[in-house]
């Protein structure tokens, strides 16, 4: 009887502290989709609206930009910069509770403002890191590789 109780709570318990969802979830690369979507707008108040307030950027230049303030303040001055027309292909991603991640590949045609026949195209993978905010995946960390590192005046 003892024995019986046991297995039962043990096995309440693993169902109480099973994730949420788990697996591979598709609103996880539709929020990269959305991302590439803006930036190409340049919207940056709906690009913003996709991170934590307390997020973290990082670019293939290898540049570290932290918090939502200083993200609008970076974004901002690459978007007066530069036009992008990225492509991103998710490859996998994941969630368990209320943390997921995306991955993929991208591809990306860079035109600066101030010479725009000195346009460059870019290559390389990203990795993005989810927490679920009040029911709604947002970017809490984002990394970018790539083959041209392109220079933004700060």
Avoid at 54 to 71: I, K, Q, W
Avoid at 126 to 151: A, C, F, H, N
Wanted: hydrophobic residues 45%; neutral net charge; charged residues 20%.
């Amino acid at each position: 009887m003892f024995r019986t109780i046991v297995v039962c709570c043990a096995s309440v318990l693993a169902l109480a502290l099973a994730p949420i969802e788990a697996g591979a979830v598709p609103a996880l690369a539709q929020v990269s989709q959305d991302w590439a979507r803006e930036w190409q707008s340049k919207n940056l108040d709906a690009v913003l609206a996709l991170y934590t307030p307390d997020a973290v950027f990082m670019d293939s230049n290898g540049s570290r930009v932290t918090g939502r303030p200083a993200l609008k303040r970076f974004f901002a001055t690459v978007l007066e910069q530069y036009s992008a027309q990225p492509q991103l292909r998710s490859i996998g991603n994941f969630a368990s509770g209320d943390l997921a991640y995306d991955w993929g590949d991208y591809s990306e045609i860079v035109t600066p403002i101030a010479n725009p026949a000195g346009a460059l195209e870019t290559h390389g993978t990203y990795l993005v890191i989810l927490r679920r905010i009040g029911g709604r995946w947002k970017i809490s960390e984002q990394m970018w590789t790539g083959d041209k590192p392109v220079p933004v005046k700060r």
